[in-house]
């Protein structure tokens, strides 16, 4: 179900820009940032989680610094694509810790999942073991990530309004 995103002015969006990139800041620094009381500040924020403009807020962590010294891409196309399996296979990837991003695509591959792990052994585990075990997957395609160049962790607010 599509819904049309809510109007965002000038206030909201600095909001959102100060929020994604410096999301510890109290809602008194947040209010001075934005020229706004800190209740009308808060009402706002409250406002934009209330409508789902806010997803939720956490911590971004370094994975090497945590022991996930491997990263890859796994490209996948589904053996079948009736509702079950597409069902079956969303829930599984659900329960599997090892992916950090699912996306269903267009073109000649199905899914692209992100995968942080350990290293390769544990790469080779979650792929064999699980991905293709369940005995929903055709084909797969794997790219490790060598260097991370840029990671995407901000959402460019200035291309949301044209």
Not at 42 to 68: H, K, N, S
């Amino acid at each position: 179900m599509s819904h049309s995103p809510p109007h965002l002015d000038r206030i909201d969006l600095t909001l959102l820009a100060l929020l994604q990139t410096e999301g510890r800041q109290t809602n008194a620094e947040l209010a001075e940032r934005v020229n706004l009381s800190p209740s009308a500040c808060l009402r706002r924020v409250q406002r934009l989680e209330r409508e789902g403009v806010i997803a939720g807020f956490g911590a971004r962590l370094d994975p090497a610094r945590i022991g996930l010294g491997l990263q890859a891409f796994v490209r996948l196309q589904l053996e079948h694509r009736d509702r079950e399996r597409v069902e079956r296979f969303a829930e599984l990837v659900q329960s599997w810790d090892e992916v950090v991003s699912c996306h269903a695509l267009t073109g000649d591959m199905d899914y692209l999942l992100h995968i942080a792990v350990a290293d390769l052994e544990h790469f080779s585990r979650f792929l064999l073991d699980r991905l293709l075990a369940a005995g929903l997957v055709a084909d797969v395609n794997s790219s490790l990530v060598l260097r991370v160049v840029k990671a995407g962790h901000a959402l460019p607010l200035t291309a949301a309004r044209p």
